[in-house]
């Protein structure tokens, strides 16, 4: 799951690994996607959330909902290091990093400013916090509360997907859900507020 919105995502600023809380709108978003999920009636054996004050309020929300203990924190669920473009303006991406990007209908996706974790090294960070989890879960379900970059190459890592063809398949917005399973299509996967 992605976190619900914050302050930098209501003002289209770029936030990576900012520490900003959620606005009212993304309590609400984690709150709806918080009964949608209690709806579906899923045992969790497992609860997960990146180390950012985002990821930790809607996981705080969505565990009540679910009736789950306080999550453990996971540090390869962090978001992407977006390096010299974190705190930028979304509207900047284009003239600062054009034409090393991929526009996409609802984003652009900056590939390699100064400092900025790339999308090969998130693939590999998506692999690696799938390895931890399946190390401590062979069977049950697992909840994870992290960002969209990150969330995106984690779905990329589960289905043997390559990166680029991952964030062009859809928009990862906030409080969203993707499905991880075994025998599911991918492109079936995605579950929205």
């Known amino acids: 799951m992605r976190h619900g919105q914050d302050e930098d995502n209501a003002k289209l ?7 900003k809380p959620l606005t009212a709108l993304g309590k609400k978003q984690s709150l709806q996607m918080g009964q949608k999920l ?13 180390p950012l004050t985002r990821t930790k309020q809607t996981a705080a929300i969505i565990g009540r909902e679910l009736g789950l203990k306080k999550p453990e924190v996971m540090p390869n669920l962090i978001e992407r290091d977006f ?3 974190t705190g ?3 509207a900047d991406i284009v003239s600062l990093c054009g034409p090393r990007l991929i526009a996409t209908e609802k984003i652009n996706y900056f590939l390699d400013p100064y400092g900025a974790e790339t999308f090969p090294q998130l693939l590999r960070r998506g692999r690696q916090a799938l390895r931890e989890i399946k190390e401590k879960h062979k069977n049950g379900n697992v909840l994870l509360v992290a960002h969209g970059d990150i969330g995106k190459m984690i779905f990329a890592a589960y289905y043997h997907l390559d990166w680029l063809t991952t964030i062009k398949m859809f928009y990862f917005d906030n409080s969203d859900v993707v499905l991880l399973a075994k025998g599911l299509n991918p492109k079936q996967a995605y579950i929205s507020k």
């Open 13 to 19: 600023i770029l936030n990576g690994h900012r520490n």
């Open 38 to 50: 209690k709806r579906m009636r899923i045992d969790w054996s497992g609860f997960y959330v990146s």
């Open 83 to 85: 390096g010299i473009m």
């Open 88 to 90: 930028k303006p979304v």
